[in-house]
């Protein structure tokens, strides 16, 4: 058995935190505030064989892997409002 990181993200999942750069990470939960436009990525850490392929694996089964996820993760990044940056 291994390790594995999904993301989550508009209904797709990524090997990989998608489209997103480092600095527009929060470093916080503040989707309390209406200011900014921000969306959030999930990952979820699975055990899986040794021998599985995310490319051979289809869209329902990796999804059902996520919900039997050992540990989930949401990360939270920031757009730009109305054409500005925010921070």
Known sequence: M???HLFRF???????IPFFK???RLKT???EIDLMNIEIVTEYIVKTHDDF??????GN?????CKKAQRIIEHYFI?????Y???
């Open 2 to 4: 291994k390790t594995i």
């Open 10 to 16: 508009n209904d797709s999942i990524f090997r990989k």
């Open 22 to 24: 480092e600095e527009n």
């Open 29 to 31: 939960d503040v989707t």
């Open 53 to 58: 392929s995310f490319d051979n694996t289809s």
């Open 61 to 65: 089964d990796l999804l059902s892997m």
């Open 79 to 83: 757009l730009g409002v109305n054409g």
């Open 85 to 87: 940056d925010v921070i």
